[in-house]
């Protein structure tokens, strides 16, 4: 009932229109060099759960993340862009669990991000997003 709820709300797209921008989970293929003594390894099917959205001024491993303007107790949470950055816009997707991220540049560049949250269900201790929107 949980993930059928949370895979509902994390329909995340950049545009009306526009393709799903965040995959609600992600399905990784983690391997362990070696176990440590008297262990073994089993591989969980519990499918990772996107829990944010975090945005960048460059590409994501430059560790450039852009803080945005809070609103509404920290629910609806917005990026302006006054002019395009020259490094593009990108976005990373997180996932409950996972080291991973999934990364894309915004194009077109946008003047504005928002990120709106429910902070009644939590993944990995965030308020996934509902929707994320630029323009």
Known sequence: MRAARLAMLLSVSANAGAATICPPQLDSNETLPQAPQAWSVERSTTPRWLKGI???DG????LASLRPEEQAGGRRLLWRFDSPSPRGIWIACQYDGSRLMLT???EPAP???ELI???RV?????APP???NCR
């Open 130 to 132: 509902l929707s994320f």
């Open 122 to 126: 939590t993944v990995g201790g965030q």
């Open 117 to 119: 949250t429910d902070g």
């Open 111 to 113: 003047r504005l991000c």
């Open 54 to 56: 975090t945005v960048f």
């Open 104 to 106: 894309r540049r915004l």
């Open 59 to 62: 590409p994501p491993g430059e």
